[in-house]
């Protein structure tokens, strides 16, 4: 057999260059929060048992992010703000692959999923979700052309291409949703491995010529990444959920309760304007 020596297309060494960058990030923010009230560790494989709520956490802008040297992210600060009023401790399992950690929690490894996933009734007979957290809706991704030109202006541009999601996410039946009311076929790419970062960041490399992710991701990281456009939307705003096992309907009341408690007082607020403000 004979081995390729090819070097990689430019967008392909990009993309490299970029995923290096968000491993080299994700293994800082582990260092880095050795101290903090609520534990950000790798996967053990194993649940922690007793008090301790598993939470499987995305690594994504808004979700559980390193800024500088710091880490932060919306629902990672109000999960962190939770645990310490309600003094439950609480370990974070960083995640990028959306199907592995929910097959981590139906499994009995994690108690909670942190991730893009929109609140949807099909998804109701099989998970339950918290309260809403936050509200967002989800966007097509693309690459600027020459003079700021968008290949995809509407919703109606989408009739017969292909479009990628993360696997596992609700995005699928959206898309599906989408097309049945343009009236014409939008095809879907599953990506297992990536996150919604990831994705972003292959529309960028012109690995990928579109992806579906939600708005708060996608316009925080066009504010990084130079040449893509989040300005088409692929939804009407939804309800974003924090997602647990059937079985947990008790630890489900309490993340209410506790949502309710802090949504009440200004901390939530002051989170929101800052992962949210636009």
């Known amino acids: ?113 942190v991730a893009q996933f929109p609140l949807m009734r099909s998804r109701k007979g099989k998970y339950l979700f918290t309260d809403a957290v936050y509200v967002d809706n989800q966007v097509l991704v693309q690459r600027r052309l020459p003079g700021g030109r968008l290949a995809v202006r509407s919703q109606l541009d989408l009739a017969g291409d292909t479009v990628m999601i993360v696997a596992g996410s609700p995005m699928a039946e959206r898309i599906a949703s989408l097309s049945r009311e343009i009236g014409d076929t939008i095809h879907t790419v599953a990506e297992r491995e990536y996150g919604p970062e990831q994705l972003v960041m292959m529309v960028a490399a012109g690995e990928v010529r579109y992806a579906v992710v939600n708005r708060a991701i996608a316009v925080a990281m066009a504010a990084r990444v130079k040449g893509i456009d989040a300005s088409v939307p692929v939804s009407m705003t939804q309800f974003q959920s924090w997602i647990l096992r059937k079985d947990e309907g008790a630890l489900r009341d309490s993340l209410n309760s506790w949502l309710r408690a802090a949504k009440s007082g200004g901390a939530y607020g002051a989170l929101h304007r800052r992962y949210f403000a636009q």
Request: hydrophobic share 45%; aromatic share 8%; charged share 20%.
């Open 1 to 113: 057999m004979i081995k390729s020596h090819a070097k990689p297309k430019k967008g392909q060494a990009l993309l490299y260059v970029a995923l290096l960058a968000l491993v080299c990030a994700s293994m800082l923010a582990l260092r880095h929060c050795q101290d903090h009230p609520a534990a950000l560790v790798a996967a053990t494989g194993k649940a922690s048992g007793g008090d301790t709520i598993d939470v499987a956490i995305e690594y994504s802008p808004t979700t559980c992010y390193t800024y500088a040297d710091t880490l932060g992210g919306f629902d990672y600060d109000l999960m962190r703000l939770i645990a310490s009023t309600a003094r439950r401790p609480v370990k974070f399992h960083t995640i990028v692959a959306l199907e592995a950690a929910l097959s981590g929690l139906d499994s009995g490894l994690y108690d909670v999923v």
